[in-house]
Structure formats: C-alpha cells, structure tokens
C-alpha cells in the first residue's frame, strides 16, 4: 500500500465525510476551493465513483472536526485605522 492510497475498507467512510465537509462549509465549490481540486473531481468523490487522496480526506476530516469555526478560505482581515 503506498502512503498517499486510502485502504479500501469502506469506501463509504470517505464520501460521507467530504459530503459532510461540503455542508460544513456551505456547498460542493466550497469546499473545492479549501481542496483545491476541480468541483467535478469533489462530486465524484462525494458520490463515492472515485477515491479521494489521501490528503483531500484529512482536509475534509479537519473542516468536519473545526464544526462551525470552519471557513472555506481564510480572508484576508484588515482593521480600519481612524484618526482622532
């Protein structure tokens, strides 16, 4: 097994995170943004007609675990300076 496959030990285990990776985030685009993958490649794997990498899945796995603290992109802050 090379270290960037997933053991095929239930496939089903890694759709249903993405999927829920998805609604954590807002949407399919989304969380192909966080991923950096094609969203056609993200509903292939959501659909479970493809196995994500390894690193996509550890991705979905940390937006699930941030729950509501999850964004897609971390957006640039800018804080507005007045004067006096």
């Known amino acids: 097994m090379a270290i960037a ?37 993200v509903r292939k794997w959501i659909a479970g007609a493809e196995e994500p990498p390894l690193a996509a899945f550890l991705e979905a796995l940390d937006v699930v675990a941030q729950g509501p603290y999850a964004r897609g992109l971390r957006r640039l802050r800018v804080a507005a300076i007045r004067s006096g």
């Open 5 to 41: 496959s997933l053991p095929r030990v239930n496939a089903g285990i890694y759709a249903d995170m993405l999927h829920r990776a998805a609604a954590t985030l807002g949407g399919v685009s989304r969380l192909a943004l966080r991923l950096e993958a094609p969203p056609e490649e």
